[in-house]
């Protein structure tokens, strides 16, 4: 899965530190001319901190940031937000229905009712002697967590089921800046903000991976220096889990001109004299540089040569153009183990020079359009895995999925509003997800299953996780976090072939168990004619129990995720088989009755302080005296 990018309107929310997905500081002046200009540019006037935060601020000007904007605004939790921070100022906040429930040193609640609008936090003073810093604005009820726990739990459990983690966008990959980019410039944890053209940092992505177990693609910045290229891979090497392998590719596209890197790649190799010829000596350098990274990823893994998966990837558009680039890499393929390649379906082009034609079709004959073509893909897959054997690699997708848009709106920014809301509405209609399943089965037929294509060949990168649709396209399987999966057929699509072909990679635990005093919580199967799933309560270690109502759907596994002692409630997920949740609790003093919650509510409930975790996944504490869990 490719993770989205990071932005104050991003439809992800990946942290429950909002501070995190902020925009980056804008400047406003207080009276004077300029007083009611949204931006006055003067960034250059601000005495700046390494860590984006002002050391001092100018007379008669504050510094704006915004956060929680458009789409994900109508979404986020409501509730009581936490500010937090370091150092002496005044902060306030506007736009959004808040209402501050108390101020004191270091520390604000604030009550938002939020919408598109979103919340833009205000700094209008700072003490120079101890200056405003480390600003954290955290979700309702994570205050006391944010720090173990960072990443939002709802974001989490969407993803949980990939191998494979793209940090592409999370990067800042496309753009990606400064020119050099140096280790020393590098965006830290500490930073105000994880938005901007710098990407997140490093150590977020590595403690994704770790979390969720999913082996993470990095892509390098296309001018990063040796220093930056080695230190990241030692601090890969030092903090990523032991059982996780790192795909590395540099940049991203570069043989696409819309991009900064191309234009970049192209001016360094005509510097170095490669070709005459601009995008073939960009082609050249893009051979040259990546050969470079991926020695520089070997030496510093040399101990561990199987944990690095060195990628080369070019255009899958222009077949030839693909054969002419890997041609010129030469013995130079032996510093990768595989080529990676796209693999999204446009229905052959439906919504650009069919436009009209597909204003007139149903979501029946759209799908069955799209379907025809599917062969166009089987053809493409085909002639890049045989030209990765050809050269001794294996074959990988970058990015993939549907792509039913209008190109010229990327392009030339020329689109059409009935064209861009019939392809909306198709890519959320149950009929695409058939031709999501069969680009998912074609792939696994003749990639997956090709003998000498073994791992790490085959991986199937789908873009990407979530963002909100538009005339640039629909790109995100879900179009905000928290979106009830089991109504988006682009998800479910993609959860039943995990489910079809991949039967180790359960949706959920096995069994849960957890301790309250004398009291023992659980969450397992019992044989009850078949096996049934059941939450339950007991008082003697488990060799007897007493049986909640039932929850959940036939065939849903029950996952107990905390108990708390002082409203007396049990919270319980049940997961179907494709990995969708819902969220359930029970008064444990009148036991009678399940509530049902959305994700936002339960999780903010899950994260109180006073809520008790269930034991580690696999610890009974010799709960399971009936081997439930075996």
Not at 21 to 43: C, F, M, V, Y
Not at 249 to 272: A, C, D, M, P
């Amino acid at each position: 899965m490719n993770i989205g990018g990071l932005s104050y309107y991003s439809s992800e929310l990946k942290f429950v530190d909002i501070g995190k997905l902020s925009q980056s500081w804008i400047t406003q002046r207080t009276s004077g001319p300029n007083a009611n200009k949204w931006d006055t540019n003067e960034q250059n006037l601000v005495n700046w901190r390494n860590d984006g935060y002002p050391s001092s601020l100018p007379d008669n000007m504050r510094l704006g940031k915004l956060m929680l904007r458009s789409t994900i605004g109508l979404y986020a939790p409501k509730g009581n937000y936490t500010l937090l921070y370091d150092g002496e100022g005044e902060i306030s906040f506007r736009f959004a229905h808040e209402h501050i429930m108390y101020n004191g040193k270091g520390r604000m609640v604030i009550n938002i009712n939020e919408g598109k609008d979103g919340i833009e936090l205000i700094l209008s003073k700072t003490n120079p002697g101890n200056p405003v810093r480390n600003v954290r604005f955290i979700m309702p009820g994570f205050e006391d967590r944010y720090e173990k726990f960072p990443f939002y739990p709802p974001f989490l459990e969407t993803i949980k089921r990939y191998s494979e983690l793209r940090y592409m966008d999370f990067l800042h990959t496309n753009g990606h800046t400064p020119e050099p980019t140096t280790w020393d410039e590098r965006r830290k944890q500490e930073h105000h903000t994880h938005t901007g053209s710098e990407g997140a940092a490093i150590e977020h992505m590595i403690d994704l991976s770790n979390r969720i177990g999913a082996n993470p693609w990095f892509n390098m910045p296309h001018a990063a220096d040796d220093n930056f290229v080695t230190q990241f891979a030692k601090l890969v090497e030092k903090t990523l889990r032991n059982d996780l392998k790192i795909y590395i590719e540099y940049s991203n596209e570069v043989w696409n001109g819309i991009f900064r890197q191309t234009h970049y790649t192209q001016e360094q190799g005509v510097k170095l004299k490669l070709d005459p010829q601009s995008w073939k000596a960009g082609m050249k350098y893009y051979n040259k540089r990546s050969s470079e990274i991926m020695q520089i990823w070997k030496t510093v893994f040399g101990s561990q040569p199987d944990k690095i998966v060195p990628v080369w990837a070019w255009q899958t558009g222009y077949q030839d153009y693909t054969r002419q680039a890997i041609e010129d890499l030469g013995n130079r393929t032996r510093n990768f183990k595989a080529i990676a390649i796209n693999g999204y379906f446009d229905c052959n082009n439906l919504a650009g020079k069919h436009a009209a034609e597909m204003l007139n079709m149903s979501n029946i004959q759209m799908e069955t359009y799209c379907n025809n073509q599917m062969s166009q893909s089987e053809s493409s897959f085909q002639y890049f895995m045989d030209l990765a054997k050809k050269h001794g690699l294996k074959l990988l997708m970058y990015e993939g999925g549907p792509s039913i848009m209008e190109g010229s709106a990327i392009g030339q920014g020329i689109s059409h509003d009935d064209v861009t809301n019939k392809a909306i509405a198709f890519n959320r209609d149950q009929h695409i997800k058939s031709v999501v399943d069969n680009l998912l089965e074609a792939w696994y037929k003749i990639v997956v299953n090709d003998p000498q294509n073994s791992s790490p060949g085959g991986l199937f990168n789908y873009f990407s996780s979530t963002g909100t649709p538009s005339k640039y396209g629909s790109w995100g399987m879900l179009e905000y976090t928290g979106q009830d999966p089991g109504t988006v057929p682009k998800y479910e699509a993609t959860q039943s072939f995990i489910t079809r072909h991949y039967s180790h990679n359960r949706v959920d635990i096995p069994c849960s168990f957890l301790q309250q005093s004398t009291l023992g919580y659980g969450c397992f199967l019992q044989k009850r004619g078949a096996l049934h799933w059941r939450c339950a309560v007991t008082d003697d270690d488990g060799v007897t129990w007493s049986y909640y109502p039932d929850v959940g759907n036939t065939g849903d596994t029950l996952v107990l995720d905390g108990f708390n002692p002082t409203t007396h409630t049990v919270y319980v997920r049940s997961v179907n088989k494709i990995g969708v949740n819902n969220y359930h609790s029970i008064d444990t003093r009148t036991a009678n009755t399940w509530k049902t919650h959305t994700s936002f509510d339960y999780y903010s409930s899950v994260a109180s302080r006073n809520v008790r975790r269930r034991l580690p996944n696999g610890v009974y504490n010799y709960l399971d005296t009936q081997g439930r869990c075996s």
